[in-house]
């Protein structure tokens, strides 16, 4: 698992250490990996909350979107965690 946020390198390091996260946090300061994804919103300058299960062989297994890519559970379950 691994997590990408469009913040600045030294704020998602603080903001990983805030949280204590298990999992790497990576910056995509210039949203390259967001538009690549295709969740970049240039309207609002920020990419919508999403959630990719990610199979060994590098396909897109699952999707989540919204309140549901706020919450690992159903992500960690795909993952055959939980």
Do not use: K, N, W
Not at 5 to 15: G, N
Not at 29 to 41: E, K, L
Request: glycine fraction near 8%; hydrophobic fraction near 40%; proline fraction near 7%.
């Amino acid at each position: 698992m691994l997590g990408v946020a469009t913040d600045p390198e030294s704020e998602v390091r603080a903001f990983a250490r805030s949280l204590s996260l298990s999992y790497p946090l990576l910056a995509d300061s210039d949203a390259a990996v967001a538009r690549r994804y295709g969740v970049y919103d240039p309207v609002f300058g920020f990419p919508r909350r999403t959630t990719f299960v990610i199979d060994p062989d590098g396909r897109v297994i699952e999707i989540h979107t919204g309140a549901r890519a706020m919450d690992p559970t159903a992500a960690l379950r795909a993952c055959g965690g939980q």
